[in-house]
């Protein structure tokens, strides 16, 4: 099931929620992680599209789409999610995707994948310090990638 916010169901043109993908037989994800939603966090609907259709063909039972904090608190509700996906630059006047992240996982250890093109050296500090199951996957994402930093989260810090 998707949940998505009012923006990304208005720009699919349908208004609503699509459809869950099949799961993939193959994933190299725990069936645990993949039964849990995920939360992708990304304001540029292509981004997010992509990272959508490579979640999906992960195996992913639950998508939720937001481009901000605050879509996201509002589609999730009260449930914590399996994993977090977020980019870091949310655009301006907005809290980044490390404040995001922070504040949707609160002090619970969820795994957290930042896709991102702005990974530099002050970004690793904050979400090393933020974060103790984190990932840092550069863009552009291939499957092989946000797969391998969705393992590297579960098992702590790491850079892709």
Do not use: C, Q
């Not at 990272?51 to 992960?58: A, F, I, N, T, V």
């Not at 879509?71 to 980044?96: C, F, H, K, T």
């Amino acid at each position: 099931m998707y949940r998505l916010s009012p923006a990304w169901a208005a720009s699919r043109g349908d208004g609503g929620p699509t459809a869950p993908m099949a799961r993939s037989a193959g994933s190299p994800l725990p069936a645990e992680l993949l039964a849990r939603p995920v939360l992708v966090i990304e304001d540029e609907a292509l981004l997010a599209w992509m990272l959508e259709s490579l979640l999906g063909d992960l195996g992913f039972a639950e998508i939720v789409m937001a481009a901000s904090e605050s879509e996201a608190v509002r589609l999730l509700g009260d449930r914590s999610p399996g994993a977090i996906v977020s980019d870091i630059n949310l655009g301006v006047g907005v809290p980044d995707g490390v404040e995001a992240a922070g504040t949707l996982a609160g002090t619970a250890a969820i795994p957290v994948v930042f896709v991102t093109a702005h990974a530099g050296p002050v970004n690793r500090a904050r979400i090393a310090e933020a974060f103790p199951r984190h990932a840092i996957v550069a863009k552009p994402v291939a499957l092989e990638t946000l797969a391998a930093g969705l393992l590297a989260a579960l098992d702590g810090p790491s850079v892709h």
